[in-house]
């Protein structure tokens, strides 16, 4: 098993991936659309860039670009997709529901990823696809379960057929 201390970028992935969770938290926790939301917002964009930077220089896992790198690109893609249209509101008039799905779902990628670091590392590797894969996929579950809480009514005030 390869040391939190292998390279200093490990040490840069780990101390940001330790913000990322502080201030994702935050902004997931406390009311949204305050100059506070959007201060710890830039935050939590800011420690992901670098987290999901830094992801591409680690290769000790695999020794090649390997699954832990095809997750960062689609975290990254998660991500932008939660600015823009924070960027784009004047002309998008469904920007909150994308921004609050697609930063939803980076927050809840950030703690599955979270779990899959700490117990992949903890347990031995027979219990890899129980407890790494199988709880990771309960987190993504659970952060599904609480998007569709969320913005299921959005989208019915939105899409729903008028009454008779």
């Given at each position: 098993m390869i040391g939190l201390t292998a390279a200093p970028i490990t040490l840069v992935h780990v101390g940001f991936s330790g913000l990322a969770l502080v201030t994702g938290t935050w902004v997931v926790l406390n009311p949204k659309g305050t100059r506070r939301h959007r201060w710890l917002g830039y935050a939590y964009v800011a420690?992901?860039?670098?987290?999901?930077?830094?992801?591409?220089?680690?290769?000790?896992?695999?020794?090649?670009?390997?699954?832990v790198h095809w997750g960062a690109v689609g975290s990254w893609l998660v991500l932008v997709g939660g600015l823009w249209p924070v960027w784009l509101r004047s002309r998008m008039p469904s920007w909150l529901f994308w921004h609050q799905l697609s930063m939803g779902l980076s927050v809840a990628g950030l703690y599955a990823t979270f779990l899959v670091e700490s117990t992949y590392r903890l347990f031995p590797a027979r219990y890899f696809w129980f407890t790494t894969v199988g709880t990771s996929t309960l987190v993504l579950l659970a952060a599904i379960w609480l998007l569709y809480k969320q913005l299921a009514p959005q989208l019915t005030r939105r899409y729903s057929l008028p009454e008779r």
């Open positions: 420690s992901m860039s670098v987290v999901l930077t830094t992801a591409f220089g680690i290769y000790h896992l695999f020794g090649r670009f390997g699954i």
